[in-house]
């Protein structure tokens, strides 16, 4: 649990941050989001210390973050950048180690440690420990980055436009590892972004930040049914309101009884999927399997429509 | 089988050409001070080796005109180099006439020349062999081994300027000694002092700005200046500090020079201190610090290593800047190869002089060719930065 009171960051005159209270939930991802100089960056780096705040509080696990040095703080919690920020001179194996290291775990330990991330983020080990980092893909290189981040395993996960370098293909595989990676260890995680499309993909909680301030702190439905400001509504842009809306919810929650002719789409998928397979397709409805592959009934055309239709 | 000619080739062959047939050999004089004779190589060198030594550079020039594979074009200057060191050492023997000791024989221009030609072919070769540090230093090892086996065997013996050293064999050693001494204690100082004063600029800006201009400010004041100015304050120091003058603080002597040196050698190591760590990926920084390292930690760590290709560069200005600077350490009774270069000058007695320089030189050659593959061995490679 992070809880964000009353925090305020000046530089000078200029107010940054301005007044933002939020609390995270324990095993949740919550994405901020905002135009570039919003303050987000600011806010991210205010929860481990790497900025210190003007005024207001910040507690994790009830905790305040300024009640034990900085350093020993930051080392709880893990922190990814853009451009992934390896350590160039070291290689990944030894860039994944450093946390475990710094606290001072056994050899064997950290061995243990640096097989299992790298194992998880379906980089050999034994080919990619002793490689040094310009040795490595973009998509690559990120995931050693993360993975350092959580090589402590810590409750608290910060991510800085961490997918911002990577092409559309790799970035969608990396937000989906992301999410498989957050299951595993039930990291806490806070993402700071300026893409919608990625904080709608990943966020259970998505805070809009605007001039300093944060003007909507909300699930992504309620976001899409009820923005609160006009900012709000054109970051998520009008015209994709029913899409987004589609999005976020799986075939599961819109299954009807019935059949339907053709190719079958999996309960899992999103709203957005089985809408685009009926368009490209012209059909009226789809089969829908469950995950063990049986049949569970059909998703229509008519059924999704209503469910992208907006409050009247 | 078509030939194709090398440009530089047709240079080195002419300048060779010129030193061989046209310009003198070596230089009789009747003892030390007087005008020296020229002697063409013929005249200098028993005949033998007059046919070993200029076959040996026709083949050079051959091999230098035409284009020809790298390792060809080294050993044949190397092979006429070494004809050329020990055909010097002959011409010594067969210049003087039997029991005068007083009689010099000395290279003349024709010997400079010939082995600045070949000097070129071999680096030439050398640099398009694009050799590893490892092995340059190993080649620096075999020419050194080279020219210390000729010294040892006595084959210059005859020559000018061993004569010069064998009258002051004792006081070359101690002023060897000085002249290193002064180079490497004075950097050493520097490196002490101006990688922490470093760090400190890189940390503090406004601190970095005022320094990094006192120091290039130093820079500009001419050396002999620089000795002069600091004898006042050391000489006042030398009387009024207690224990001063017995740790050998005064005004002139070693200590002003070491003192000179020490402040020229700052700015290079300060600089390169800052432009290194200033050059560490901002991200790196931002993770280390991030991820929980303190700023000790971040310092060693991190910045440290990727800044310290950058600072050895900075050291190895000072290393060969101060090898001969210390020359000029001489002028106010600091010792050194200086000593030679002065006392040459004033008695105008040139091998002296060269007894002074030659060495310098070669020292100054060596620290440069070992700092760079130092430098070479600790410069990774990362430039390539693939994209996803
Ligand atoms: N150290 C600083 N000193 C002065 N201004 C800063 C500093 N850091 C950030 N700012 C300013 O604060 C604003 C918000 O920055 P940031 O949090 O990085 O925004 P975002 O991450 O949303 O793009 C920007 O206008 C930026 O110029
Ligand atoms: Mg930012």
Redesign the pocket.
Known sequence: MIEIEGIT?R??E?T??RDVSLTIAPRTVTV?V????????????MINRL?EPTSGTIKLDGEDNRSLPDYELRRRIGYAIQGHGLFPHRTVAQNIATVPTLLGWDGARIEAKVTELLTLFQLDPVAFGPRYPHELSGGQQQRVGVARALAAEPKVLLM??PFGALDPIIRAKAQDDLLAIQKHFETTIVL?T?DMEEAFHLADRIAV?DK?EVVQYATPAEMLVKPATAFVESLIGAGERPFRLLAIETVADAVEPGAAEGEAIASAATQREALSTLLWTGRKALPVIGPDGALIGKVSLDGLVQRAAGPT | MQFRVDKLGVIIAALAAYGALLAPFATFRANRIVAGEARSIGEALPSAWTVVVLLLVTATVVVAVLKTPSRLRLGTAFAAIAALALGIGAAAGHLTPPENAYARVSPASGFWILLFALGLLAADALTRLRPSPLVRVLFLSAVLGFIAAVLTSGTWDGLSLLKEYASRADTFWAEAGKHVTLALGSLAAATIVGIPLGILCHRVARLRDGLLGVLNAIQTIPSIALFGILIAPLGWIAVHVPGAAAIGIRGIGTAPAFVALFLYSLLPVVANTVVGLAGVPREANDAARGIGMTDFQRLVGIEFPLAFPVILTGIRIVLVQNIGLATIAALIGGGGFGVFVFQGVGQTAMDLVLLGAVPTVLLAFTAAIVLDALIETATPNRNRVQSA
């Open positions: 960051k530089y000078g200029t940054v941050v901020i905002g135009t570039s100089g919003s303050g987000k960056t600011t806010l991210l780096r900025v800085d436009e700071v300026h930040m300093g």
